[in-house]
């Protein structure tokens, strides 16, 4: 069975604190995955699409990369209005469809 | 920055009664999705439309469940007879070209609560 896995499910870092969230997947064949901001009360916001291993990409403070069964969102020198739900999802072969996993909670304290 | 846009934002109906929810995808897109969340729990995929027709659905989607494009600019979903655990917050997505070649955009979302 397709699955995504995220962890942890929360984290509190102080501001300039940079961290790491961690995606564990388990699909038939990877199409793609996927890296999604969410706010509350929103609608996923993307950030990033990962199609092999060894891909890596960045958008300002954020830094995603793949393995074979698991991807990273690096934060590097967060700010408070990096504080949001971070999304992973995959899209297996064959499927029109993302999987979602519970997503991590971020709060960044200034 | 185009967007998709969904009505109403928030809808209460009793227990039975039929709702349509509204989507207005980006208007190049050909893709179109319905995805749920409940309340702390992951979104799920519900379906997805392409070419005026259901291409994926979910075991979610069942018979009570029905999408429409009627006509060049609006998606809905229609719930024909809703149940508590309907209550959730319903969210339109589209893409140019489809999951696996990138992203979809969502819209802000539809509360739905059942009572």
């Known amino acids: 069975e397709d699955q995504v896995t995220q962890s942890p499910e929360a984290l509190r870092l102080q501001e300039g604190e940079s961290s790491s969230l961690n995606c564990s997947y388990t699909v038939s064949g990877l199409r793609g995955l996927f890296w999604y901001r969410q706010d509350p009360g929103k609608g996923p916001e993307f950030l990033f699409t990962l199609y092999s291993a060894g891909e890596e990409k960045e958008k300002e403070r954020l830094k995603a990369t793949l393995t074979k069964k698991e991807s990273f969102l690096h934060i590097t020198a967060p700010k408070p209005e990096d504080s949001a739900t971070y999304l992973c999802?995959?899209?297996?072969?064959?499927?029109?469809?993302?999987?979602f996993g519970t997503g991590t909670r971020l709060q960044v304290f200034p | 920055e185009p967007e998709v846009t969904q009505t109403p934002s928030h809808q209460v109906t009793q227990m039975g009664q039929e709702v349509i929810l509204r989507c207005v995808p980006i208007s190049n897109h050909l893709y179109f999705y319905w995805y749920r969340q409940i309340l702390g729990q992951k979104v799920e995929f519900l379906v997805s439309?392409?070419?005026?027709?259901?291409?994926?659905k979910s075991e979610i989607f069942d018979d009570q469940f029905s999408v429409e494009r009627p006509d060049g600019s609006n998606f809905t979903l229609k719930i024909r007879s809703t149940k508590l655990e309907d209550s959730a917050m319903y969210f339109c997505?589209?893409?140019?070209?489809?999951?696996?070649?990138?992203?979809?955009?969502f819209g802000e979302g539809s509360r739905l609560t059942v009572l």
């Open positions: 997505a589209s893409s140019v070209e489809g999951v696996g070649a990138g992203e979809l955009f």
């Open positions: 439309f392409y070419n005026n027709e259901i291409s994926e």
């Open positions: 999802a995959v899209s297996p072969y064959g499927t029109d469809k993302l999987i």
